[in-house]
Protein backbone atom coordinates (compact mmCIF):
# COMPACT_ATOMS: atom_id res chain seq x y z
CA UNK A 1 0.00 0.00 0.00
CA UNK A 2 1.26 3.47 -0.68
CA UNK A 3 2.27 5.59 2.07
CA UNK A 4 1.08 9.12 1.74
CA UNK A 5 1.77 12.14 4.17
CA UNK A 6 -1.65 14.12 3.67
CA UNK A 7 -4.67 12.38 1.77
CA UNK A 8 -7.58 15.09 0.86
CA UNK A 9 -10.46 13.19 0.95
CA UNK A 10 -14.50 13.25 0.02
CA UNK A 11 -14.28 16.22 -2.06
CA UNK A 12 -15.03 17.55 -5.46
CA UNK A 13 -12.22 17.54 -7.09
CA UNK A 14 -12.18 20.20 -10.21
CA UNK A 15 -9.65 20.69 -13.06
CA UNK A 16 -9.83 22.86 -16.10
CA UNK A 17 -11.65 20.05 -17.98
CA UNK A 18 -13.96 18.51 -15.10
CA UNK A 19 -14.68 17.79 -12.04
CA UNK A 20 -15.13 14.31 -10.10
CA UNK A 21 -15.51 13.13 -6.58
CA UNK A 22 -12.34 11.63 -5.13
CA UNK A 23 -9.09 11.71 -3.01
CA UNK A 24 -5.63 13.03 -3.07
CA UNK A 25 -2.89 11.32 -2.01
CA UNK A 26 0.53 13.80 -0.93
CA UNK A 27 3.42 12.61 -0.66
CA UNK A 28 6.65 14.55 -0.33
CA UNK A 29 5.19 17.65 -1.74
CA UNK A 30 3.98 16.13 -4.68
CA UNK A 31 0.35 14.35 -5.81
CA UNK A 32 1.42 10.57 -5.44
CA UNK A 33 -2.42 9.49 -6.50
CA UNK A 34 -5.83 10.66 -7.14
CA UNK A 35 -8.22 7.80 -6.96
CA UNK A 36 -12.30 7.22 -5.93
CA UNK A 37 -11.13 6.46 -2.35
CA UNK A 38 -7.54 6.03 -0.61
CA UNK A 39 -6.66 5.25 2.74
CA UNK A 40 -3.66 5.53 4.97
CA UNK A 41 -2.35 9.28 5.27
CA UNK A 42 -0.87 10.99 8.52
CA UNK A 43 -3.15 14.00 7.47
CA UNK A 44 -5.89 13.27 6.50
CA UNK A 45 -8.35 16.14 5.29
CA UNK A 46 -11.93 15.91 5.21
CA UNK A 47 -13.20 18.02 1.83
CA UNK A 48 -16.47 17.21 2.28
CA UNK A 49 -18.86 19.76 0.72
CA UNK A 50 -15.78 21.54 -0.87
CA UNK A 51 -13.86 22.33 -4.25
CA UNK A 52 -10.40 21.29 -4.56
CA UNK A 53 -8.80 22.80 -6.86
CA UNK A 54 -4.84 23.39 -8.00
CA UNK A 55 -4.07 26.62 -5.85
CA UNK A 56 -3.78 29.88 -7.94
CA UNK A 57 -1.44 31.23 -10.16
CA UNK A 58 -0.44 34.65 -9.59
CA UNK A 59 0.73 36.32 -12.76
CA UNK A 60 0.68 39.92 -12.43
CA UNK A 61 2.30 41.47 -9.44
CA UNK A 62 4.48 43.74 -8.48
CA UNK A 63 6.22 43.29 -5.38
CA UNK A 64 9.27 44.77 -3.51
CA UNK A 65 9.44 46.62 -6.88
CA UNK A 66 10.55 50.18 -7.70
CA UNK A 67 8.38 51.80 -9.93
CA UNK A 68 10.42 53.79 -12.74
CA UNK A 69 9.45 57.03 -11.08
CA UNK A 70 11.52 55.15 -7.87
CA UNK A 71 8.17 54.69 -5.82
CA UNK A 72 8.54 51.01 -3.73
CA UNK A 73 5.25 49.12 -3.19
CA UNK A 74 4.10 48.89 0.09
CA UNK A 75 4.88 44.94 -0.34
CA UNK A 76 7.71 42.97 -0.08
CA UNK A 77 7.65 39.32 -0.96
CA UNK A 78 6.55 37.77 2.38
CA UNK A 79 3.52 40.41 2.93
CA UNK A 80 2.84 39.89 -0.62
CA UNK A 81 2.83 36.36 -0.69
CA UNK A 82 0.90 36.10 2.91
CA UNK A 83 -1.88 38.13 0.94
CA UNK A 84 -1.70 35.76 -1.91
CA UNK A 85 -1.92 32.76 -0.05
CA UNK A 86 -4.60 34.51 1.95
CA UNK A 87 -6.40 34.61 -1.25
CA UNK A 88 -6.28 30.84 -2.59
CA UNK A 89 -2.75 31.05 -4.51
CA UNK A 90 0.28 28.68 -4.55
CA UNK A 91 3.20 30.39 -6.18
CA UNK A 92 3.16 33.12 -7.92
CA UNK A 93 5.05 35.12 -10.40
CA UNK A 94 6.35 39.01 -9.55
CA UNK A 95 8.42 40.94 -12.06
CA UNK A 96 11.74 42.04 -11.81
CA UNK A 97 12.21 45.42 -13.18
CA UNK A 98 15.43 46.42 -15.12
CA UNK A 99 16.26 50.22 -14.18
CA UNK A 100 17.87 51.81 -17.23
CA UNK A 101 22.20 51.42 -17.10
CA UNK A 102 21.47 48.44 -14.64
CA UNK A 103 22.47 44.88 -15.83
CA UNK A 104 20.09 41.72 -15.92
CA UNK A 105 22.27 39.52 -13.94
CA UNK A 106 22.22 42.73 -11.01
CA UNK A 107 18.95 42.83 -11.63
CA UNK A 108 17.92 39.13 -10.40
CA UNK A 109 20.43 39.02 -8.03
CA UNK A 110 18.91 42.31 -6.59
CA UNK A 111 15.55 40.13 -6.64
CA UNK A 112 16.44 36.63 -5.02
CA UNK A 113 17.40 38.92 -2.41
CA UNK A 114 13.88 40.07 -2.04
CA UNK A 115 12.26 36.70 -2.96
CA UNK A 116 14.07 34.50 -0.10
CA UNK A 117 11.65 35.84 2.39
CA UNK A 118 8.06 34.46 -0.20
CA UNK A 119 6.19 31.84 1.23
CA UNK A 120 4.86 31.01 -1.81
CA UNK A 121 7.03 29.35 -4.66
CA UNK A 122 8.04 32.48 -7.06
CA UNK A 123 9.72 33.21 -10.02
CA UNK A 124 9.99 36.29 -12.02
CA UNK A 125 8.90 37.71 -15.36
CA UNK A 126 12.36 40.01 -16.42
CA UNK A 127 11.30 43.90 -17.05
CA UNK A 128 13.39 45.05 -19.90
CA UNK A 129 13.55 48.50 -20.40
CA UNK A 130 17.53 49.19 -21.49
CA UNK A 131 17.68 46.36 -24.27
CA UNK A 132 21.19 46.78 -24.93
CA UNK A 133 23.49 44.69 -27.11
CA UNK A 134 25.19 42.76 -24.03
CA UNK A 135 21.40 42.35 -22.70
CA UNK A 136 20.02 40.83 -26.14
CA UNK A 137 22.92 38.30 -26.87
CA UNK A 138 24.39 37.90 -23.38
CA UNK A 139 22.12 38.62 -20.47
CA UNK A 140 19.08 37.70 -21.53
CA UNK A 141 20.22 34.12 -22.24
CA UNK A 142 21.73 33.70 -19.60
CA UNK A 143 18.28 34.52 -17.62
CA UNK A 144 16.53 31.85 -19.85
CA UNK A 145 18.64 29.63 -18.76
CA UNK A 146 18.03 29.82 -15.16
CA UNK A 147 14.69 29.18 -16.12
CA UNK A 148 13.49 33.08 -16.68
CA UNK A 149 11.53 32.65 -19.41
CA UNK A 150 9.31 35.89 -19.82
CA UNK A 151 9.83 39.17 -19.98
CA UNK A 152 7.77 42.34 -20.52
CA UNK A 153 8.38 45.90 -22.39
CA UNK A 154 6.42 48.95 -22.31
CA UNK A 155 5.00 50.92 -25.40
CA UNK A 156 4.48 53.59 -22.92
CA UNK A 157 5.93 55.74 -20.03
CA UNK A 158 9.15 57.90 -21.20
CA UNK A 159 11.41 55.73 -18.49
CA UNK A 160 10.43 52.22 -19.98
CA UNK A 161 8.96 53.12 -23.63
CA UNK A 162 11.32 50.72 -25.84
CA UNK A 163 9.92 52.16 -29.63
CA UNK A 164 8.37 49.67 -32.24
CA UNK A 165 12.58 49.17 -32.97
CA UNK A 166 13.51 47.79 -29.61
CA UNK A 167 10.02 45.81 -29.67
CA UNK A 168 10.90 43.56 -32.02
CA UNK A 169 14.59 43.59 -30.93
CA UNK A 170 13.17 41.92 -27.61
CA UNK A 171 10.48 39.68 -29.62
CA UNK A 172 12.85 37.95 -31.90
CA UNK A 173 15.37 37.53 -29.53
CA UNK A 174 12.77 36.10 -26.92
CA UNK A 175 11.16 33.80 -30.05
CA UNK A 176 14.46 32.15 -30.23
CA UNK A 177 15.31 31.57 -26.76
CA UNK A 178 11.70 29.46 -26.27
CA UNK A 179 10.84 32.92 -24.49
CA UNK A 180 7.41 35.32 -24.05
CA UNK A 181 7.15 38.69 -24.00
CA UNK A 182 4.54 40.23 -22.23
CA UNK A 183 3.39 43.97 -23.22
CA UNK A 184 1.89 46.91 -21.25
CA UNK A 185 0.05 48.37 -24.46
CA UNK A 186 -0.61 51.96 -24.12
CA UNK A 187 0.12 54.67 -26.92
CA UNK A 188 2.67 57.13 -25.51
CA UNK A 189 2.01 59.87 -27.27
CA UNK A 190 -1.93 59.67 -27.26
CA UNK A 191 -1.33 59.64 -23.98
CA UNK A 192 0.99 62.80 -23.66
CA UNK A 193 -0.73 64.99 -25.97
CA UNK A 194 -4.16 64.22 -23.71
CA UNK A 195 -2.15 65.16 -20.77
CA UNK A 196 -0.82 68.43 -22.13
CA UNK A 197 -4.71 69.29 -23.29
CA UNK A 198 -6.18 68.83 -19.61
CA UNK A 199 -3.10 70.72 -18.48
CA UNK A 200 -4.10 73.43 -20.51
CA UNK A 201 -7.75 73.84 -19.12
CA UNK A 202 -6.35 73.11 -15.60
CA UNK A 203 -7.88 69.91 -15.22
CA UNK A 204 -6.10 68.13 -12.47
CA UNK A 205 -8.60 66.14 -9.94
CA UNK A 206 -7.89 62.57 -9.95
CA UNK A 207 -10.83 61.82 -12.29
CA UNK A 208 -9.00 63.09 -14.98
CA UNK A 209 -6.38 60.25 -14.99
CA UNK A 210 -9.30 58.13 -16.74
CA UNK A 211 -9.84 60.76 -19.61
CA UNK A 212 -5.94 61.08 -19.72
CA UNK A 213 -5.61 57.57 -21.38
CA UNK A 214 -8.14 57.07 -24.15
CA UNK A 215 -9.41 53.62 -24.84
CA UNK A 216 -8.04 54.65 -28.27
CA UNK A 217 -4.63 54.22 -26.86
CA UNK A 218 -4.58 50.80 -25.58
CA UNK A 219 -6.12 49.67 -28.82
CA UNK A 220 -3.99 51.01 -30.85
CA UNK A 221 -1.13 50.00 -29.04
CA UNK A 222 -2.61 46.03 -28.66
CA UNK A 223 -2.93 45.76 -32.33
CA UNK A 224 0.97 47.79 -33.31
CA UNK A 225 2.28 44.70 -30.44
CA UNK A 226 0.31 42.22 -32.32
CA UNK A 227 1.44 43.13 -35.84
CA UNK A 228 4.97 43.46 -34.35
CA UNK A 229 4.99 40.06 -32.91
CA UNK A 230 3.55 38.50 -36.12
CA UNK A 231 6.46 40.16 -38.47
CA UNK A 232 8.92 38.04 -36.24
CA UNK A 233 6.12 35.10 -35.82
CA UNK A 234 7.11 35.59 -31.83
CA UNK A 235 4.63 34.84 -28.88
CA UNK A 236 3.10 37.83 -27.07
CA UNK A 237 1.25 38.42 -23.78
CA UNK A 238 -0.72 41.47 -23.91
CA UNK A 239 -1.33 42.42 -19.95
CA UNK A 240 -4.35 43.97 -18.63
CA UNK A 241 -6.55 44.58 -21.42
CA UNK A 242 -8.91 46.99 -19.91
CA UNK A 243 -11.16 47.84 -23.78
CA UNK A 244 -13.62 45.97 -25.21
CA UNK A 245 -12.27 47.07 -28.58
CA UNK A 246 -8.53 45.72 -27.05
CA UNK A 247 -10.06 42.18 -26.61
CA UNK A 248 -11.86 42.63 -29.47
CA UNK A 249 -8.58 42.90 -31.66
CA UNK A 250 -6.86 39.83 -29.20
CA UNK A 251 -9.65 37.33 -30.11
CA UNK A 252 -9.52 38.16 -34.03
CA UNK A 253 -5.88 37.38 -34.30
CA UNK A 254 -5.71 34.37 -31.82
CA UNK A 255 -8.24 33.07 -34.53
CA UNK A 256 -5.78 34.18 -37.37
CA UNK A 257 -3.24 31.95 -35.97
CA UNK A 258 -0.91 34.35 -34.10
CA UNK A 259 0.98 33.04 -31.22
CA UNK A 260 -0.89 35.58 -28.78
CA UNK A 261 -2.38 35.36 -25.00
CA UNK A 262 -3.84 37.87 -22.80
CA UNK A 263 -5.19 38.66 -19.40
CA UNK A 264 -7.84 41.20 -17.92
CA UNK A 265 -8.11 41.92 -14.24
CA UNK A 266 -10.66 42.19 -11.60
CA UNK A 267 -10.78 46.13 -11.30
CA UNK A 268 -11.84 46.27 -14.95
CA UNK A 269 -14.15 43.90 -14.14
CA UNK A 270 -15.41 45.07 -11.26
CA UNK A 271 -14.87 49.03 -11.06
CA UNK A 272 -15.58 52.11 -13.33
CA UNK A 273 -13.91 55.82 -13.68
CA UNK A 274 -17.10 56.53 -11.82
CA UNK A 275 -14.71 55.51 -9.06
CA UNK A 276 -11.99 57.92 -9.79
CA UNK A 277 -14.25 60.78 -8.99
CA UNK A 278 -15.14 60.17 -5.48
CA UNK A 279 -14.98 63.37 -3.07
CA UNK A 280 -11.61 64.60 -2.06
CA UNK A 281 -8.65 63.07 -3.17
CA UNK A 282 -10.51 59.13 -2.74
CA UNK A 283 -10.37 58.95 -6.11
CA UNK A 284 -5.99 58.72 -6.39
CA UNK A 285 -6.68 55.62 -4.74
CA UNK A 286 -8.19 53.92 -7.94
CA UNK A 287 -5.88 55.54 -10.10
CA UNK A 288 -4.09 52.68 -12.31
CA UNK A 289 -3.12 52.37 -16.18
CA UNK A 290 -4.75 51.68 -18.50
CA UNK A 291 -7.11 53.46 -15.81
CA UNK A 292 -10.60 51.79 -15.55
CA UNK A 293 -13.33 52.49 -17.72
CA UNK A 294 -17.55 52.53 -17.97
CA UNK A 295 -20.05 50.17 -17.25
CA UNK A 296 -20.63 48.97 -20.89
CA UNK A 297 -16.49 48.14 -21.19
CA UNK A 298 -17.22 45.70 -17.75
CA UNK A 299 -20.26 43.83 -20.09
CA UNK A 300 -18.10 43.72 -22.42
CA UNK A 301 -15.07 41.94 -20.66
CA UNK A 302 -16.76 39.80 -18.86
CA UNK A 303 -18.26 37.99 -22.19
CA UNK A 304 -14.64 37.45 -23.30
CA UNK A 305 -13.66 36.54 -20.08
CA UNK A 306 -16.45 33.67 -20.72
CA UNK A 307 -16.02 32.93 -24.34
CA UNK A 308 -12.01 32.13 -23.97
CA UNK A 309 -10.45 35.43 -25.35
CA UNK A 310 -8.61 35.20 -21.93
CA UNK A 311 -5.78 33.27 -20.86
CA UNK A 312 -6.03 34.36 -17.25
CA UNK A 313 -7.16 36.71 -14.84
CA UNK A 314 -4.56 38.53 -13.30
CA UNK A 315 -4.49 40.98 -9.86
CA UNK A 316 -2.23 43.79 -11.50
CA UNK A 317 -1.26 43.90 -7.64
CA UNK A 318 0.84 47.33 -7.70
CA UNK A 319 0.62 48.26 -3.79
CA UNK A 320 0.88 52.09 -3.37
CA UNK A 321 -0.27 52.95 0.32
CA UNK A 322 -3.12 56.04 -0.10
CA UNK A 323 -0.39 57.82 2.13
CA UNK A 324 3.36 60.23 1.85
CA UNK A 325 4.98 56.83 1.21
CA UNK A 326 3.02 55.59 -2.25
CA UNK A 327 0.19 57.49 -3.75
CA UNK A 328 0.83 61.01 -2.35
CA UNK A 329 4.90 60.81 -2.17
CA UNK A 330 5.21 63.97 -4.26
CA UNK A 331 2.42 65.56 -1.99
CA UNK A 332 -1.64 65.31 -1.17
CA UNK A 333 -2.93 67.91 -3.20
CA UNK A 334 -1.16 67.20 -6.61
CA UNK A 335 -2.23 66.57 -10.12
CA UNK A 336 -3.03 63.35 -11.17
CA UNK A 337 -0.02 62.53 -13.13
CA UNK A 338 1.88 62.92 -10.21
CA UNK A 339 0.25 60.27 -8.17
CA UNK A 340 1.69 56.97 -8.16
CA UNK A 341 -0.23 54.38 -10.22
CA UNK A 342 -1.42 51.07 -9.17
CA UNK A 343 -3.87 49.51 -6.65
CA UNK A 344 -3.49 46.57 -4.57
CA UNK A 345 -5.77 42.83 -5.10
CA UNK A 346 -3.57 39.80 -4.67
CA UNK A 347 -6.19 38.87 -2.28
CA UNK A 348 -9.29 39.55 -3.92
CA UNK A 349 -8.59 38.03 -7.11
CA UNK A 350 -9.59 34.54 -6.93
CA UNK A 351 -12.63 35.63 -4.09
CA UNK A 352 -13.63 37.74 -7.01
CA UNK A 353 -13.27 35.90 -9.81
CA UNK A 354 -15.24 33.15 -7.98
CA UNK A 355 -18.31 34.76 -6.39
CA UNK A 356 -18.46 37.50 -9.85
CA UNK A 357 -17.53 34.50 -12.21
CA UNK A 358 -19.06 30.95 -11.02
CA UNK A 359 -21.34 31.59 -8.29
CA UNK A 360 -23.15 34.12 -10.84
CA UNK A 361 -23.01 31.91 -13.54
CA UNK A 362 -20.84 33.73 -15.94
CA UNK A 363 -17.77 31.01 -16.19
CA UNK A 364 -17.84 27.32 -14.81
CA UNK A 365 -15.85 25.88 -11.84
CA UNK A 366 -13.75 24.39 -15.12
CA UNK A 367 -12.81 27.71 -16.36
CA UNK A 368 -12.27 29.04 -12.94
CA UNK A 369 -9.49 26.85 -12.48
CA UNK A 370 -8.27 27.21 -16.22
CA UNK A 371 -8.47 31.58 -15.93
CA UNK A 372 -7.08 31.26 -12.18
CA UNK A 373 -4.01 28.55 -12.87
CA UNK A 374 -3.74 26.19 -15.40
CA UNK A 375 -3.69 28.67 -18.35
CA UNK A 376 -0.90 30.43 -16.39
CA UNK A 377 1.10 27.29 -15.97
CA UNK A 378 0.84 26.24 -19.62
CA UNK A 379 1.83 30.16 -20.93
CA UNK A 380 4.18 30.61 -18.84
CA UNK A 381 5.95 27.23 -18.26
CA UNK A 382 4.87 26.33 -15.10
CA UNK A 383 5.60 22.43 -15.56
CA UNK A 384 4.98 21.33 -12.26
CA UNK A 385 2.08 23.35 -11.19
CA UNK A 386 -1.42 24.33 -12.39
CA UNK A 387 -2.76 20.68 -12.26
CA UNK A 388 -4.42 18.17 -10.34
CA UNK A 389 -2.25 14.74 -11.40
CA UNK A 390 0.20 12.45 -10.22
CA UNK A 391 3.43 13.64 -10.20
CA UNK A 392 2.75 17.69 -9.61
CA UNK A 393 3.60 19.80 -7.06
CA UNK A 394 0.70 19.25 -4.33
CA UNK A 395 -0.16 23.45 -5.04
CA UNK A 396 -4.15 22.61 -4.05
CA UNK A 397 -6.67 25.30 -2.80
CA UNK A 398 -9.43 23.76 -0.70
CA UNK A 399 -12.57 26.45 -1.13
CA UNK A 400 -15.80 26.07 0.09
CA UNK A 401 -18.13 27.49 -2.49
CA UNK A 402 -21.37 28.48 0.20
CA UNK A 403 -19.56 31.13 2.81
CA UNK A 404 -20.52 35.12 2.08
CA UNK A 405 -18.06 37.50 3.10
CA UNK A 406 -17.48 41.48 2.94
CA UNK A 407 -14.63 42.41 1.85
CA UNK A 408 -12.52 44.25 4.46
CA UNK A 409 -9.02 45.65 4.37
CA UNK A 410 -7.82 43.53 7.41
CA UNK A 411 -8.53 40.48 5.54
CA UNK A 412 -6.28 41.26 2.54
CA UNK A 413 -3.14 40.19 5.43
CA UNK A 414 -0.76 43.14 2.75
CA UNK A 415 0.81 46.15 3.81
CA UNK A 416 -1.69 48.35 2.52
CA UNK A 417 -4.48 50.82 4.44
CA UNK A 418 -6.79 50.34 1.70
CA UNK A 419 -8.54 48.15 -0.76
CA UNK A 420 -10.36 49.18 -4.29
CA UNK A 421 -12.98 46.41 -3.23
CA UNK A 422 -13.94 47.36 -0.08
CA UNK A 423 -17.78 46.07 0.69
CA UNK A 424 -17.96 44.19 -1.49
CA UNK A 425 -19.88 40.77 -1.16
CA UNK A 426 -18.23 37.78 -2.10
CA UNK A 427 -19.25 34.04 -2.21
CA UNK A 428 -16.76 31.56 -2.17
CA UNK A 429 -13.88 31.14 0.25
CA UNK A 430 -10.20 29.19 0.04
CA UNK A 431 -10.50 27.87 3.59
CA UNK A 432 -7.02 25.56 2.88
CA UNK A 433 -4.10 26.41 0.84
CA UNK A 434 -1.18 24.50 0.51
CA UNK A 435 2.28 24.77 -1.40
CA UNK A 436 4.07 21.89 -2.00
CA UNK A 437 2.01 19.65 0.15
CA UNK A 438 2.24 21.97 3.06
CA UNK A 439 -0.47 24.06 4.35
CA UNK A 440 0.39 27.09 4.68
CA UNK A 441 -3.05 29.24 5.21
CA UNK A 442 -5.86 27.36 7.25
CA UNK A 443 -9.31 28.82 7.82
CA UNK A 444 -7.97 31.81 7.89
CA UNK A 445 -4.90 31.16 9.70
CA UNK A 446 -1.26 31.98 8.24
CA UNK A 447 0.55 28.28 8.73
CA UNK A 448 3.18 29.11 6.81
CA UNK A 449 6.97 30.30 7.85
CA UNK A 450 9.03 33.17 5.98
CA UNK A 451 11.12 31.90 3.44
CA UNK A 452 9.57 28.24 3.18
CA UNK A 453 8.30 29.24 -0.76
CA UNK A 454 11.22 28.45 -3.31
CA UNK A 455 12.36 29.78 -6.27
CA UNK A 456 11.14 27.71 -9.44
CA UNK A 457 12.66 27.40 -12.93
CA UNK A 458 10.29 27.45 -15.61
CA UNK A 459 10.20 25.98 -19.32
CA UNK A 460 9.68 27.28 -22.71
CA UNK A 461 6.19 28.88 -23.42
CA UNK A 462 3.84 26.17 -24.90
CA UNK A 463 2.73 27.24 -28.14
CA UNK A 464 0.99 23.70 -28.71
CA UNK A 465 -2.49 24.73 -30.51
CA UNK A 466 -1.06 28.43 -32.43
CA UNK A 467 -0.57 27.87 -35.79
CA UNK A 468 2.07 30.83 -35.93
CA UNK A 469 2.04 33.68 -38.86
CA UNK A 470 4.49 33.54 -41.56
CA UNK A 471 5.04 37.39 -42.42
CA UNK A 472 5.25 36.74 -46.82
CA UNK A 473 8.76 39.38 -46.67
CA UNK A 474 9.85 35.94 -44.41
CA UNK A 475 8.73 33.73 -46.89
CA UNK A 476 11.31 32.34 -49.29
CA UNK A 477 8.78 31.35 -51.44
CA UNK A 478 7.64 35.04 -51.69
CA UNK A 479 10.62 37.13 -50.86
CA UNK A 480 13.32 36.22 -54.04
CA UNK A 481 14.34 32.82 -51.89
CA UNK A 482 15.82 35.30 -49.27
CA UNK A 483 16.71 33.71 -45.80
CA UNK A 484 16.11 36.01 -43.30
CA UNK A 485 16.29 34.03 -40.44
ZN1 LIG B 1 1.28 45.63 -13.74
Redesign the pocket.
Known sequence: MMEFDTVIHSGTIVTADGQFSGDIGISQGRIAAVAEKLSGGETRIDAGGRLVLPGGIEA???IAQESSAGVMTADDYLSGSISAAFGGNSSFIP?AAQQRGQSIDDVIATYDARGARSVLDYSYHLIVSDPTEEVLHDQLPRAFARGITSF?VFMTYDLMNLGDGGMLDILEVARHHGAITMV?AENNDMVKWMNRRLADKGLSAPKYHAISRPQLAEEEAINRAIQLAKLVDAPLFI??VSTAGGAEIVRREKFNGAKLFAETCPQYLALTRDDLDRAGMEGAKYI?SPPLRGADTQDALWKHVAMGTFESVSS???PYRADDTGKFLNGRDVAYPAIAN?MPGIAARLPYLFSEGVVKGRITPEQFVALSSTNAAKTFGCSTKGRIAPGMDADIAIWNPQVTRTVVQADQHDNMDYTPFEGMELTGVPEVVMNRGATIVSHGTLMAQEGQGRFFARAAVDLRGKAGFTAPEFDPAQNFGTQLR
Open positions: HAHFKHVHCDHAG
